[in-house]
Nanobody
Framework: QVQLVESGGGLVQPGGSLRLSCAASGLPFSSYAMSWHRQVPGKERELVANISYAGAITNYGDSVKGRFTISRDNAKNTVYLQMNSLKPEDTAVYYC?????????WGQGTEVAVSS
């Protein structure tokens, strides 16, 4: 059974930092491209960042470029999202996503709230 378990969310002040983690199990992690998405109630889920299966290629949404960094540790079956210079508009539920050809899986999400 495939599981993606996110952690690291919470409440942070504007300008602060958080590091999200997504631990994967039940799939050949190093064969999957991984990504982080986020969603605010009433809005569509949006791509935050993705990373290729070996970690050589990364892409970011325009709103997070220069502030967020995605990385992965294939030995630990984990993908990370380092979030710096957080803004109130970064408040959302953040989801981990794994994809390989036609196989894809989602985590349950972790909440991030940026507020003073």
């Amino acid at each position: 059974q495939v599981q993606l378990v996110e952690s690291g969310g919470g409440l942070v002040q504007p300008g602060g930092s958080l590091r999200l983690s997504c631990a994967a199990s039940g799939l050949p992690f190093s064969s999957y491209a991984m990504s982080w998405h986020r969603q605010v109630p009433g809005k569509e889920r949006e791509l935050v960042a993705n990373i290729s299966y070996a970690g050589a290629i990364t892409n970011y949404g325009d709103s997070v470029k220069g502030r967020f960094t995605i990385s992965r540790d294939n030995a630990k079956n984990t993908v990370y999202l380092q979030m710096n210079s957080l803004k109130p508009e970064d408040t959302a539920v953040y989801y981990c996503h794994a994809k390989r050809i036609w196989y894809e899986y989602w985590g349950q999400g972790t909440e991030v709230a940026v507020s003073s």
